[in-house]
């Protein structure tokens, strides 16, 4: 089981999902290296920094996990959270302009992943199948579409495109909607999110590769939508299972430490070792690395810590009123 202390230093305010952290470099300029296909997150120096210089970011954050620590599993009478989606399309190509069914196929999925109802749920082993999520009460429709044609040929991780000023296109009231920004191109970077911390700040919300949208047309091996379903994750306060750190913590109890990420198509059983512990680790779960199809499952503890932030008093209660 995890340690349940943690270290405000440590918190995540932005999580940015790329192929390969070792080959992709993005520059002042939004340009990027040669990338080869292997998912990661460069968001650890993003957020020491941002805490180091916040002092308002980090009072956030320690609100947020003092709800979170203490909250008891209770959103709303029906136990369900109905979060409703802006769906902002930036694009250059026609390929770019993502077709309203794939728009609506991404939010099937994602309601599918939090609902445990994806038909990939089977493959959970006996062994997680105690702590699985299941349901996690949370759902998502679709309010609007917005599209703006744009010249932008690529995108970086600096919120240029959440911003009509720098060519893309403004938030839709982020305190009560999820928006969600679909680019064309990001290079190496298959999407991010901003943590519950940023709740109704212009910024706010998820945005993703069109490549890496929904299934139909998407690019393997990150072709099941689970790119939108781990940031979503984010989101609503999950971080990446291994802590970002080797055998780090990711504040949920029954979640397996593991020494760091997972890549690909793991075999299970998969064993590491921490603290002089053999653990079999849970490479399946939604906030890894592993390829979309790979990944199938959120922990019970994860219902809870995403929970606790749309709560009547959670950073993103505005999202229960629209």
């Known amino acids: 089981m995890k340690k349940t202390f943690f270290y405000l230093a440590s918190a995540v305010l932005l999580a940015a999902c790329s192929q390969n952290p070792e080959t992709e470099t993005l520059s002042e300029d939004n340009s990027t290296t040669t990338v080869s296909a292997r998912r990661s997150c460069p968001s650890e120096e993003i957020r020491a920094e941002l805490l180091k210089r916040d002092a308002g970011a980090r009072e956030r954050y320690a609100n947020i996990e003092a709800v979170a620590n203490s909250f008891q599993g209770k959103v709303l009478a029906d136990g369900t959270v109905d979060i409703p989606v802006v769906v902002n399309v930036l694009y250059k190509t026609s390929a770019e302009n993502i077709s309203d069914a794939r728009i609506a196929e991404q939010i099937a999925i994602l309601n599918a992943d939090f609902g445990g109802t994806n038909t990939d749920a089977s493959k959970i082993p006996t062994e997680f199948s105690g702590v699985k999520a299941g349901d996690t009460k949370v759902r998502f429709h679709l309010v609007k579409t917005v599209r703006k044609a744009t010249t932008k040929t690529k995108w970086g991780t600096n919120d240029a495109m959440k911003k009509s000023s720098t060519g893309g296109i403004d938030a839709t009231t982020p305190n009560s909607y ?145």
């Open 178 to 322: 999820f928006n969600l920004w679909i680019v064309g191109n990001m290079g190496g970077i298959l999407g991010y999110a901003t943590f519950p911390e940023s709740s109704g700040l212009w910024n706010d919300g998820v945005v993703i590769a069109a490549p890496y949208f929904g299934k139909t047309g998407a690019t393997a091996p990150y072709n099941l939508g689970r790119t939108a379903t781990h940031e979503v994750g984010h989101y609503l306060n999950l971080r990446h299972i291994w802590g970002d750190a080797s055998c780090g913590n990711d504040l949920v109890a029954d979640t397996p430490t593991q020494t760091g990420a997972n890549y690909g198509k793991p075999t299970y059983p998969l064993y590491n070792t921490c603290s002089g512990t053999s653990r079999s680790v849970m490479f399946m779960n939604y906030m890894d690395y592993v390829d979309d199809a790979a990944m199938f499952m959120f922990s019970a503890g994860q219902k809870v810590r995403a929970q606790s932030v749309l709560t009547s008093t959670g950073a993103r209660s505005g999202l229960r009123v629209y």
